[in-house]
């Protein structure tokens, strides 16, 4: 039982969002003074660098994620509550939820990101996004189901638009996402499927810029995009996507592709419950923080993470979305308001401190930057793979996961490639016409 703010004895942090931020929060408030509620929609963490390959097959979805309440058995301080946030009351210091109501002294608004189609409600209605792990699983199955329906159609002009992949977006999630489906063409096509040819079957990686992996270094982005193009991958540089209706995606140079599979990673914006101010919300629907990320004009509110824009003059257009900014954010946070409890000074700001950028392009292929030290190919790879290894909570999910790489390396063959709960994507209108004129 959660008692209210006159019956406690310490004051409440309460955490929305057990992303990377929220749950080093917690973690860093272990032992303090301070009873720590958690709130998410969903009871487990999830490790969002490996959520392509759940949308690919070759991890399973609890292979990325851990049961929030089991990472803190051991911290008496600690509550977690599943449930949707839906306002925030900052003159009452209360969030409003949809199990009840909780008051707090101290917020920490760590809620993450939604995908962002800029307002194109087309390609939201058709496209795929990938935020989540029920929409990584969505994509596992909807690529399977396409795979099943080409192999229904006689002939090569029918099966066209069931074989053409389309990813969005050219940071690490489009550019590992259309690497790893890649190698679904490559490794597994033939073995499962050997109606189809490898030569149907295309990857198109669209990017509205000159490069891929922008935010890594330029020879980081060369090698990736060369990477690329050798597992047959199609790069669409300076390209932007002005429509998809379902059926075919257009582009803004004229071109146009028909295809079943859009998958959407062009951009991401803040989600957040109601309660914070329009004058606070920044581009990308972000929360305007300062120096210390609190949120301005909101006594004991803080925002890290993905929904935070701490727009200073060190950090003009706010930190890096990953998952490293998020954790020192967190980290900070706790420190801040553990200061403040103890009476301590709170003078200096945040300063992230970039350890690196690295993203792989399939088998044996990955870049890495850290700082002036630039790796690629199979030793990139390597360090990629411990990396990401070493950063998965619990013991169990790090063994699955390099049972399961492993066994990839060594077949190229592994995988999960069931369809356990089929998607439906809403039904295009050409073709609802279409079935409407045969009846």
Not at 177 to 199: R, T, V, W
Not at 407 to 433: A, V
Request: hydrophobic letters at 40%; glycine letters at 8%.
């Amino acid at each position: 039982m959660l008692l209210n703010r006159s019956e406690r004895s310490f004051p409440r942090v309460i955490i929305i969002g057990g992303g990377f931020g929220g749950v080093e929060v917690a973690r860093k408030l272990k032992d303090k003074e301070v009873e720590v509620l958690m709130i998410d929609r969903n009871n487990f963490h999830t490790f969002q660098p490996l959520m392509y390959q759940v949308a690919t097959g070759t991890l399973a979805a609890d292979a990325i994620s851990f049961p929030i309440r089991k990472m803190f058995k051991s911290q008496s301080n600690f509550r977690f509550r599943m449930a949707e946030v839906i306002h925030i009351d900052k003159d009452k210091k209360e969030v409003q939820t949809s199990v009840g109501t909780y008051d707090y002294d101290y917020l920490v608004i760590a809620s993450g990101a939604t995908s962002n189609f800029f307002g194109n409600k087309e390609v939201a209605k058709y496209s795929l996004p990938m935020k989540s792990i029920q929409e990584a699983l969505n994509i596992r199955s909807y690529v399977l189901q396409n795979l099943e329906e080409a192999v229904l159609r006689k002939n090569e002009a029918d099966r066209q638009s069931f074989l053409n992949f389309v990813i969005v977006g050219g940071g690490p999630t489009g550019v590992e996402l259309s690497g790893a489906i890649a190698e679904i063409q490559l490794h597994m096509l033939k073995k499962d499927y050997p109606e189809l040819s490898e030569h149907e079957m295309n990857v198109y990686l669209v990017e509205g810029t000159g490069k891929v992996l922008a935010a890594l270094s330029e020879k980081s982005s060369r090698d990736s995009e060369k990477y690329l193009k050798e597992l047959g991958v199609k790069v669409m540089l300076n390209t932007q996507v002005t429509g998809y209706d379902g059926n075919i995606i257009t582009f803004n140079n004229g071109e146009s592709i028909a295809t079943k599979t859009v998958i959407w990673g062009a951009g991401v914006m803040g989600q957040f419950p109601a309660g914070i101010h329009a004058d606070y919300i920044e581009r990308g629907n972000r929360i305007r923080t300062n120096g210390q990320c609190q949120v301005e004009g909101y006594d004991g509110v803080y925002a890290i993470g993905d929904v935070s824009a701490m727009i200073t003059a060190d950090t003009p257009r706010g930190l890096p979305g990953v998952a490293p900014a998020a954790q020192q954010q967190g980290g900070f946070v706790a420190k801040h308001i553990a200061n403040i409890l103890a009476n301590k000074p709170n003078t200096e700001n945040f300063k992230y401190f970039d350890k690196g950028s690295m993203a792989t392009v399939g088998r044996n292929r990955a870049v890495v930057d850290m700082g002036k030290i630039h790796l690629n190919g199979f030793f990139a790879w390597l360090t990629w793979m411990f990396v990401h290894l070493l950063s998965i909570f619990g013991f169990r999910n790090k063994l699955v996961t390099f049972v399961n790489w492993t066994i990839k390396f060594l077949t190229k063959n592994s995988g999960i490639r069931l369809i356990i709960d089929k998607f439906e994507r809403p039904e295009p209108e050409s073709t609802k016409k279409d079935i409407v004129s045969e009846s």
